[in-house]
Antibody
Framework: EVQLLESGGGLVQPGGSLRLSCAASGFTFSTYVMSWVRQAPGKGLEWVSSISGSGGTTYYVDSVKGRFTISRDNSKNALYLQMSSLRAEDTAVYYC???????????WGLGTLVTVSS | EIVLTQSPATLSLSPGERATLSCRASQSIRSYLAWYQQKPGQAPRLLIYDASNRATGIPARFSGSGSGTDFTLTISSLEPEDFAVYYCQQRSSWPPVTFGPGTKVDIK
């Protein structure tokens, strides 16, 4: 059974940093592209970042380029999102999502809430 | 960036009725469209991918159609558990991956 479990969310001041983690199990982690998708309170879904199976290729939405870094440790079946220079508009639930193949998200974690506020 | 628009924003229907949800792309995305269902407090769930392929375990009352710029998600007969928000998502041209703003299906 595929499981994705995010952690690391919390309250952070504007300009601060936070590192999210996603622990994956139930599939061959290194084979799949993984992504982060966020959802601001009461809003829709927004793709944030994706990383290839090897970790060698990464993609970001323009609004987080230069501030967020996606990475993975295939030996630990773990996905990460290092977030810095956080802004109020980064406040959201952050979901870890597994790619079925070709940017189709077939499994999602439960999400972790990041709140950026002073 | 490909922009997706969904209509209507809210659809008020009764159990047993047919639901028809629309998603329109700002340019052709061939058949590279997925549909997700999200209930309050839950993660999204994949329903349909590549416009018309049901994901594993999705009931047959959910069907998708369309290509190019116009797509439809149809729920043939609403069950109580189908009242939720539905999002479309394109993968034809990325980054960025884009989602529509969602259609809420609520109980009339």
């Amino acid at each position: 059974e595929v499981q994705l479990l995010e952690s690391g969310g919390g309250l952070v001041q504007p300009g601060g940093s936070l590192r999210l983690s996603c622990a994956a199990s139930g599939f061959t982690f290194s084979t799949y592209v993984m992504s982060w998708v966020r959802q601001a309170p009461g809003k829709g879904l927004e793709w944030v970042s994706s990383i290839s199976g090897s970790g060698g290729t990464t993609y970001y939405v323009d609004s987080v380029k230069g501030r967020f870094t996606i990475s993975r440790d295939n030996s630990k079946n773990a996905l990460y999102l290092q977030m810095s220079s956080l802004r109020a508009e980064d406040t959201a639930v952050y979901y870890c999502a597994k790619d079925l193949g070709g940017i189709i998200y077939d499994f999602w974690g439960l999400g972790t809430l990041v709140t950026v506020s002073s | 960036e490909i922009v997706l628009t969904q209509s209507p924003a809210t659809l008020s229907l009764s159990p047993g009725e047919r639901a028809t949800l629309s998603c329109r792309a700002s340019q052709s995305i061939r058949s590279y469209l997925a549909w997700y269902q999200q209930k309050p407090g839950q993660a999204p769930r994949l329903l349909i991918y590549d416009a018309s392929n049901r994901a594993t375990g999705i009931p047959a009352r959910f069907s998708g159609s369309g290509s190019g710029t116009d797509f439809t998600l149809t729920i043939s007969s609403l069950e109580p558990e189908d009242f939720a928000v539905y999002y479309c998502q394109q993968r034809s041209s990325w980054p960025p991956v884009t989602f529509g703003p969602g259609t809420k299906v609520d109980i009339k």
